[in-house]
């Protein structure tokens, strides 16, 4: 099977371009993905933990430990970039190149077996678009393009398992569960925004509130604590349990 | 009547319930949930521990939370007016933190567990943290220490406890250090700095220190000057972390110790960069340690009592106990098996029971088994399933199989009974091997645990075996039970415990006593049968950024992930066997 990257990753290309070229931003992505990639297999393994289907517990076995070989393979070569080139610049465009399921809470627990293999098929099917793209676009740096294409060839092996067993599972709503997995992704997209969104305007209306409203208090909290003594205090006189204070 | 004690928010939650005074059970959030150092609301652990006593939540007496949020709140605030303007960045996180939910414990307890709100109280997090360790503790009088990073405002206390003949106790904290002047925070600074995850990091530092010398130690006690009495005082140029979420240290810092190591960096100790890493760790380890057994032997003089019972997070740093007993004048020198935050659930459900109820003081069981029990036949169930064929031993056999097992070089994974209550597996969910070669060490570290070769594993050994392999001194034993302070292993059994004795000569060793681990300690026995040496090297069961296992399938999900040779839950066994992993073609 081979993967490609989707029309919207190819028509960013120039950006993931850009985003990759600088060779210290690109070690810190590869550690940030070999994070994500750690914390997939520990939602692997506890995948299997859960599972009562044999066949899908060595499988998610085996997914967990591909997971974490690439986890050590993106964060051997992070190492080496840096090694190589020294530590710089943070900006790194998360946002664009998230990784596998670096944006997706997965709540292990909270799945069926069907609905969990649905949810992988379709990250698993995102992340390797991802991955293809970032290969074409490291033309400078065969190493970590070779990387890549391993790591894809994993991928591919992911993305069939999970469609397979999906199938096995469930070979009449197969197609109903990938929709309600397609529906949860754009559900989980549309409530990170909407919390980030409530964050910022949070962080806002704080900001303001510091700036308009804490200075006359700053002015008295930092005349008390000149006044304080230094070293040990009396230890202050227990209050009553049902006392929050 | 039945209290119910809850840590949760920080890092670490836990629930613990009492009983008629006497602890039933506890478990930390971590090992329900699978996520390392949960912080969340201990819902999980919580259903555990009213399942486990059979009670509804409306059956409770009390439920106990180990601080006092709006004094928490009231620190937090006043610490931002402090720092205006330069705090306008960590001013609107902290508030969102806070009136996000951290501030409304009482609501989240009263909607999660529907319990009346007169039944809902609070214990101050140092009162809680010196409950767990006096109240746990078999003496009946004791001055207490505590020390952490910071609770409401106080960050280390000087007290003392009493229980009366007729069981009436008294917990009286004498003094207080609050933040910013705090040697927890110190120390977590230079965990930041030394590139190792806050609040959980902090022992890899101190395993790094016997690597160092402590060449920054002028420079550490400018930064933490003593007072005239005998407190001290951070001078804050130095520090980010009393007025930024993101760093706890200055640029003056790294101006004057160089850059900071990144979390990713291996430490290399032939390197200047490595050696450097390893002086600043000595360092902060000996002003930690010298800190610390200074304020211990005041308050022994000030007291004159015998026993110190030491509690928060401070209290995990072994080398520095080990000192205090040493160099105090205290004879014995308790430390619970969970000091941090998570011991506070069971501190406050203490505190609550013998102070606030003034019910009469009942001793505590002295052992860490709080949690929940393995179940040997899930083991056998998924074993089976997977192509493995799991055995079903009387415990005679089973010890001797495992014994021989460990004998030949085999890595066993060692489930028993009740999962302890702590950071430490303590023979109840512990990795075994043979402790006598380096290279058991290397494979551990390259097969299992994926962790940097300067840390140490520990050494377990059967009480009355630690003299003649350890230099203990008077109380070591005791403080040993939880692995609560790190001994020299006498030079002539160095070489013959090479995978567990620190580059220094050191271990943290656990003594077994037979009454508290009796599988655990018949394993050690006949460990020394076979090979003259009844010592093992013990590490906790999981593998790195996992909690410790928990169930049986959570035992055997690490055992097919890691190069562990031999699996046992309760009286099950399963032996690694590789043609039962390989893949069916359907996939």
């Known amino acids: 099977m081979r993967v490609e990257p989707s029309r919207l990753d190819r028509l960013l290309k120039p950006l993931h371009r850009w985003v990759w070229a600088d060779s210290r931003r690109r070690a810190r992505k590869l550690f940030r993905f070999a994070k994500t990639e750690a914390d997939g297999a520990r939602d692997l393994a506890r995948a299997a933990e859960l599972t009562r289907d044999p066949l899908l517990r060595r499988l998610y076995f085996r997914h967990a430990a591909d997971e974490q070989r690439h986890a050590d393979l993106f964060a051997g070569r992070g190492r080496d970039l840096l090694a190589s080139q020294g530590d710089g610049g943070r900006f790194e465009a998360n946002w664009l190149a998230p990784g596998e399921r670096g944006l997706d809470d997965l709540r292990v627990e909270q799945e069926a077996d069907e609905s969990l293999l649905a949810f992988l098929h379709l990250s698993e099917n995102a992340a390797a678009g991802r991955f293809a793209v970032y290969a074409e676009v490291l033309d400078a740096d065969p190493q970590t393009r070779a990387l890549f294409t391993r790591i894809l060839e994993d991928e591919v092996f992911h993305m069939t398992y999970t469609r397979r067993q999906l199938a096995r599972l469930s070979p009449r709503k197969q197609g109903l569960r990938l929709w309600q997995a397609r529906a949860g992704r754009v559900w989980s997209a549309y409530l990170r925004v909407a919390a980030a969104l409530a964050a910022v305007l949070g962080h806002v209306f704080l900001a303001l509130q510091y700036f308009f409203l804490l200075p006359v208090f700053a002015l008295l909290a930092k005349r008390a604590a000149r006044k304080e003594a230094e070293g040990f205090s009396g230890a202050r006189r227990p209050t009553p349990l049902t006392s929050q204070y | ?587």
């Open chain 2, 1 to 587: 009547m039945r209290v119910l004690g809850i840590s949760a928010h920080y890092h670490d939650s836990a629930a613990a319930l009492l009983v008629d005074g006497e602890p039933v059970c506890a478990v930390q959030e971590e090992r329900l949930s699978r996520r390392k150092n949960d912080a969340a609301f201990p819902l999980s652990a919580i259903e555990w521990c009213l399942e486990q006593g059979r009670l509804e939540p409306d059956q409770l007496d009390a439920v106990v939370f180990y601080e006092k949020p709006m004094l928490k709140f009231e620190r937090i605030l006043t610490m931002a007016l402090r720092g205006f303007p330069r705090t306008w960045r960590s001013f609107p996180r902290a508030m969102q933190n806070a009136l996000g939910g951290k501030l409304w414990v009482k609501g989240i307890i009263r909607s999660q567990l529907g319990v009346r709100t007169d039944r809902i109280l609070f214990c101050e997090h140092h009162q809680s943290h010196a409950a767990a360790a006096f109240l746990s503790a078999p003496t009946r009088s004791a001055a207490i220490l505590t020390a952490d990073g910071v609770g409401e405002w106080a960050t280390l206390t000087l007290g003392r406890g009493e229980v009366d003949e007729d069981g009436s106790t008294r917990i009286q904290l004498l003094r207080e250090m609050r933040f910013p002047h705090s040697l927890g925070m110190l120390y977590s600074t230079f965990t930041a700095y030394l590139g190792f995850p806050v609040n959980e990091g902090e022992y890899k530092v101190m395993g790094l220190a016997a690597y160092g010398n402590p060449t920054y130690e002028g420079l550490l006690k400018r930064i933490a000057r003593r007072t005239p009495d005998g407190g001290i005082a951070l001078d804050l140029s130095w520090f980010d972390f009393h007025q930024s979420a993101r760093h706890s240290y200055s640029r003056k810092l790294v101006a004057e110790l160089g850059p900071p190591r990144e979390p990713w960096d291996p430490i290399d100790l032939q390197s200047a960069d490595g050696r450097r890493y390893a002086d600043v760790a000595a360092s902060v380890q000996r002003v930690l340690e010298e800190i610390l057994v200074d304020l211990a032997r005041r308050l022994q003089r000030e007291t004159g009592l015998q026993d110190l019972c030491l509690g928060g997070g401070v209290a995990l740093n072994g080398v520095a106990n080990a000192r205090i007993l040493r160099e105090s004048g205290f004879r014995n020198v308790y430390v619970p098996s969970a000091p941090g935050d998570a011991g506070c659930a069971l501190g406050a459900a203490l505190y609550a029971d013998r102070i606030h109820f003034a019910r009469p003081h009942r001793p505590v069981a002295d052992h860490p088994y709080w949690g929940p029990v393995a179940d040997a036949g899930e083991l056998s169930r998924v074993a089976a399933e997977d192509g493995f064929q799991p055995l079903r031993l009387p415990e005679a056999e089973l010890i001797r199989r495992v014994a021989d097992e460990l004998a030949r070089g085999r890595i066993v994974g060692w489930m028993q009974g009740a999962c302890e209550l702590g950071p430490r597996a303590l023979g109840n969910r512990s990795i075994l091997a043979a402790p006598h070669q380096h290279a058991m060490r290397d494979r551990l570290n390259r097969s299992i645990k994926y962790r940097e070769e300067f840390r140490p594993f520990a050494p377990a050994v059967p009480l009355e075996h630690a003299d003649r392999y350890f230099e203990l001194p008077a109380g070591g034993g005791r403080l040993a039970r939880f692995m609560s302070g790190v001994f020299p292993v006498r030079p002539e059994w160095r070489d013959k415990l090479a995978a567990v004795t620190h580059v220094d000569g050191t271990a943290r060793l656990q003594t077994v006593d037979q009454a508290m681990a009796p599988a655990f300690h018949a394993l050690l026995e006949a460990y020394g049968a076979r090979t003259g040496i009844p010592v093992l090297l013990n590490t906790s069961f999981n593998l790195a950024g996992e909690p410790i296992v928990n169930r049986a399938i959570e035992g055997y999900s690490t055992f097919r992930r890691s190069g562990i040779d031999l699996l046992v839950a309760g009286d099950s066994l399963v032996v690694k066997d590789h043609s039962a992993q390989a893949l069916p073609e359907v996939a």
